[in-house]
């Protein structure tokens, strides 16, 4: 099972908004409400920021925002803040047998 | 506070049996509902999936990995463990725990991760 697409980088500057893509199919992404985005820091374990498509876990900024439109999930980030540079990945419930799959990861530069 | 602590040898021979264990406190590893994963980050790479168990003792493996792996737990000692055998250089990785609340990708809490390099 392959992972789901994300692009490699992404970058933008304080204050702006930028949208990260997770791309799978109708067996994962497209088919079910089940997407997640993690940040991770260098160093550090992942930590979850959205689950279930669009929901935001207790304590994560309301800057960060999901959304799906067919097999595409995105991330959205508003109001750009330094600590926001981290690497991003995207993961999705699949109805094969992988169960759970990820993507690549996005790696966020803030200019 | 649920918090997760892996635990193991950081280095493991080809060929041979990785094996780590993850301990939860701040909760009981019994708690209905809930699944205990392993995933693993080869360094410089993305997140891999392993596999999880659910509190009642089913298991759920990523078929790349399944014919290898094994995740059992041990409700005595509120730990839960992952064991991946016949190791090649392509299981050197950070390993990590977690703790997934709804068995969709929903993992609220991790532990720091643990690397593991396979070599002679």
């Known amino acids: 099972q392959s992972a789901l697409t994300q692009p490699a980088s992404v970058s933008g500057s304080p204050g702006q908004s930028i949208t990260i893509s997770c791309t799978g199919t109708?067996?994962?992404?497209?088919?079910?409400?089940?997407v997640s985005w993690y940040q991770q820091h260098p160093g550090k374990a992942p930590k979850l920021m959205i689950y279930e498509v669009s929901n935001r876990p207790s304590g994560v900024s309301n800057r960060f925002s999901g959304s799906k439109s067919g097999n595409t999930a995105s991330l959205t980030i508003s109001g750009l803040q330094a600590e926001d540079e981290a690497d991003y990945y995207c993961?999705?419930?699949?109805?094969?047998?992988?169960?759970?799959?990820f993507g690549g990861g996005t790696k966020l530069t803030v200019l | 506070q649920v918090q997760l602590q892996e635990s193991g040898p950081g280095l493991v021979q080809p060929s041979q049996t990785l094996s780590l264990t993850c301990t939860v406190s701040?909760?009981?590893?019994?708690?209905?509902?809930?699944?205990w994963s392993w995933i693993r980050q080869p360094p410089g790479k993305g997140l891999e999936w392993i596999g999880y168990?659910?509190?009642?003792?089913?298991?759920y493996y990523n078929p790349s990995l399944k014919s290898r792996v094994t995740i059992s737990v041990d409700t005595s000692k509120n730990q839960f463990s992952l064991k991946l055998n016949s190791v090649t250089a392509a299981d050197t990785a950070v390993y990590y725990c977690a703790l997934d609340t709804s068995g969709y990708s929903r993992s609220d809490y991790w532990g720091q991760g643990t690397l593991v390099t396979v070599s002679s």
């Open positions: 701040g909760g009981s590893i019994s708690s209905g509902g809930y699944y």
């Open positions: 168990i659910y509190y009642s003792g089913n298991t």
């Open positions: 109708s067996s994962d992404v497209g088919g079910y409400n089940y």
């Open positions: 993961s999705s419930y699949t109805s094969s047998s992988a169960l759970l799959l």
